[in-house]
């Protein structure tokens, strides 16, 4: 399927105001006059029930291994260097950004969606009123994205949401049926600016708020492996099916996993096609991202089982296989979901039944964290923010938030 430097329109429906959702319990300083309430929240969250809580859940089957009990060896030399932030609901979290150092948002399945004005220490429930109060709960707000009050939110079954004013109002950007595959990320650049991906490769960029977007990249992934010659890729050639675990670099490179786990591919701006890399394992990729928010810093990739592998600096994306070297990290046969780089030489690392594993040199030797040790569920992701004062954060299932306190 080719799409040429193509722009689809979209229509943009008019800014709404979100109220805050009622919650059982909350601490935190009640909201301005532009919030009204919705008693009926609860009510709709019991009657769905737990079972919807996540479909992240299913991700976390693949990641544990039967293994009751984290390792001897790491629980002996372990840390705790995290602490567990209460929320007003127990939903699974996927995703938190700041749009200043008090000032961020988070969002996960069941229409969680949460606000904090101290810096993440207090959170209150947030609703969008513009969604219909039964249709809300059933979206997974699974992308969140601020920079300079400016803000996105992507969520499933498909939806987009922006705001120009900091989270105050909120309008919802509808899109071309026409758009290949589902958007799977986006990312806020700025006034107007936005950067989208999709489940098939396409990336599109918009500089008037989402109302027009324009290709950037000449083909979808499919279309390009079954183009070209892609025998030196082992599962590239007559590739059908979707893309997983997109992740953007802070200049704009781009990396995926195919959905099976059998390759990856990398792309940079202004290439016309995506590359595919051998994954140099019989393992299955779990996940990848790069060290330090920069692709030319290397690479990281998970394996089923536990395994964690990080490139050298400055890798070759046209060649086929990287040098990819293994850590040494002792997961007993938990999965790793996601890895953050905090500085150059602290790294950690989260996966299932909430474990948490940090290195001091770079990533070469991790050791045990047990600061979820106590709270059941898993967690799929890890983020630093040193644009403000480099605060960290895990979230995972069950309402799971944790802050990093070194």
Same mark, same amino acid.
């Given at each position: 399927?080719?799409?040429?430097?193509?722009?689809?329109?979209?229509?943009?429906?008019?800014?709404?105001?979100?109220?805050?959702?009622?919650?059982?319990?909350?601490?935190?300083?009640?909201?301005?006059?532009?919030?009204?309430?919705?008693?009926?929240?609860?009510?709709?969250?019991?009657?769905?029930?737990?079972?919807?809580?996540?479909?992240?859940?299913?991700?976390?089957?693949?990641?544990?291994?039967?293994?009751?009990?984290?390792?001897?060896?790491?629980?002996?030399?372990?840390?705790?260097?995290?602490?567990?932030?209460?929320?007003?609901?127990?939903?699974?979290?996927?995703?938190?950004?700041?749009?200043?150092?008090?000032?961020?948002?988070?969002?996960?399945?069941?229409?969680?969606?949460?606000?904090?004005?101290?810096?993440?220490?207090?959170?209150?429930?947030?609703?969008?009123?513009?969604?219909?109060?039964?249709?809300?709960?059933?979206?997974?707000?699974?992308?969140?994205?601020?920079?300079?009050?400016?803000?996105?939110?992507?969520?499933?079954?498909?939806?987009?949401?922006?705001?120009?004013? =900091?989270?105050? +109002?909120?309008?919802? *950007?509808?899109?071309?049926?026409?758009?290949? /595959?589902?958007?799977? %990320? $986006?990312? &806020?650049?700025?006034?107007?600016?936005?950067?989208?991906?999709?489940?098939?490769?396409?990336?599109?960029?918009?500089?008037?708020?989402?109302?027009?977007?324009?290709?950037?990249?000449?083909?979808?992934?499919?279309?390009?492996?079954?183009?070209?010659?892609?025998?030196?890729?082992?599962?590239? =050639?007559?590739? +059908?099916?979707?893309? *997983?675990?997109?992740?953007?670099?802070?200049? /704009?490179?781009?990396? %995926? $996993?195919? &959905?099976?786990?059998?390759?990856?591919?990398?792309?940079?701006?202004?290439?016309?096609?995506?590359?595919?890399?051998?994954?140099?394992?019989?393992?299955?990729?779990?996940?990848?991202?790069?060290?330090?928010?920069?692709?030319?810093?290397?690479?990281?990739?998970?394996?089923?089982?536990?395994?964690?592998?990080?490139?050298?600096?400055?890798?070759?994306?046209?060649?086929?296989?990287?040098?990819?070297?293994? %850590?040494?990290?002792?997961?007993?046969?938990?999965?790793?979901?996601?890895?953050?780089?905090?500085?150059?030489?602290?790294?950690?690392?989260?996966?299932?039944?909430?474990?948490?594993?940090?290195?001091?040199?770079?990533?070469?030797?991790?050791?045990?964290?047990?600061?979820?040790?106590?709270?059941?569920?898993?967690?799929?992701?890890?983020?630093?923010?040193?644009?403000?004062?480099?605060?960290?954060?895990?979230?995972?299932?069950?309402?799971?938030?944790?802050?990093?306190?070194?």
């Amino acid at each position: 399927m080719q799409f040429h430097l193509a722009i689809f329109a979209v229509m943009a429906t008019a800014s709404s105001a979100f109220a805050p959702r009622l919650a059982v319990e909350t601490t935190a300083v009640s909201s301005s006059s532009l919030f009204a309430s919705s008693p009926d929240m609860d009510d709709r969250r019991s009657f769905v029930g737990k079972a919807a809580t996540s479909a992240a859940a299913m991700a976390a089957a693949t990641v544990t291994s039967g293994v009751v009990a984290p390792p001897q060896e790491a629980e002996a030399a372990s840390s705790k260097m995290w602490t567990k932030v209460e929320l007003p609901f127990e939903d699974t979290l996927y995703d938190i950004d700041f749009e200043s150092e008090t000032h961020g948002y988070l969002v996960g399945a069941r229409g969680a969606f949460a606000e904090t004005t101290d810096g993440g220490k207090t959170w209150e429930p947030r609703s969008f009123s513009n969604l219909d109060a039964e249709e809300e709960v059933t979206y997974r707000f699974q992308i969140l994205s601020f920079k300079d009050g400016e803000g996105w939110v992507l969520g499933k079954p498909t939806l987009m949401l922006h705001t120009k004013d =900091s989270g105050r +109002t909120w309008e919802r *950007i509808p899109l071309s049926p026409k758009l290949p /595959g589902e958007p799977t %990320a $986006v990312i &806020s650049l700025g006034p107007n600016q936005a950067e989208m991906i999709t489940s098939t490769g396409a990336i599109y960029t918009t500089d008037n708020a989402g109302r027009n977007w324009k290709a950037q990249v000449k083909e979808t992934i499919d279309a390009t492996l079954n183009r070209i010659s892609s025998s030196g890729v082992s599962g590239a =050639s007559y590739f +059908t099916g979707s893309i *997983i675990n997109q992740v953007r670099d802070d200049l /704009g490179a781009y990396l %995926a $996993v195919s &959905s099976r786990g059998n390759f990856f591919l990398t792309w940079e701006p202004g290439q016309e096609f995506w590359i595919p890399h051998n994954r140099g394992t019989p393992r299955r990729i779990q996940n990848m991202g790069y060290v330090e928010g920069d692709i030319k810093k290397g690479l990281w990739m998970t394996l089923n089982g536990g395994k964690l592998l990080i490139s050298p600096t400055e890798p070759d994306l046209t060649r086929d296989t990287f040098d990819f070297q293994e %850590a040494d990290i002792k997961t007993g046969g938990y999965g790793i979901t996601d890895v953050a780089w905090r500085n150059a030489d602290e790294v950690w690392a989260v996966g299932g039944s909430n474990t948490m594993y940090v290195s001091k040199d770079g990533g070469k030797k991790f050791s045990f964290d047990k600061s979820a040790n106590d709270f059941p569920g898993n967690l799929y992701n890890v983020k630093f923010f040193p644009k403000f004062g480099n605060a960290g954060w895990a979230l995972g299932s069950n309402g799971m938030l944790l802050r990093y306190t070194g």
